[in-house]
């Protein structure tokens, strides 16, 4: 009697199935507390730099610019309630919260008394201008005497 062989016929699946990236949330933008993060992008020009958050589904009241010596802190607190009418029951009901909180490090290059955010289309955009006296200098020629 010949005993049947198994022949692994979908090895891609189970590499993939079991890949330590799969198990690996260091790269991932969750909190401590399992929450999401925004993902943030941070643009830098010759005039300051640009904070953008992806925040989209709030409102500007929602979140709260900080400034506290050189630490930026953008954050916010939404909770969405829904009022229950007399006589109604739930069989379920999902209740929904979102909290985030990111901190940047700004350089000293940077004047903290002229920073600006806006909320518009789901990003938060914090302006950062840089101070005039390290801002680059356009190239001159120097006489000769």
Known sequence: MALPTFSNQYPDLFDRLFDRNLFDWSNQNYSTTNTTLPAVNIKEDNDGFEVEVAVPG?????FKVDLNNNLLTISSEKKVEDETKE???FTRREFSYQSFCRT????DT??????????????????????????PKPPKQIEIK
């Open 110 to 135: 940077v004047k903290t008394d002229s920073i600006v955010a806006k909320y518009e289309n789901g990003i938060l955009r914090v302006e950062i201008p840089k101070k005039e006296e390290v801002k």
């Open 87 to 89: 006589g109604q029951q």
């Open 104 to 107: 940047f490090t700004l350089p």
């Open 58 to 62: 709030f409102d500007k009241k929602d």
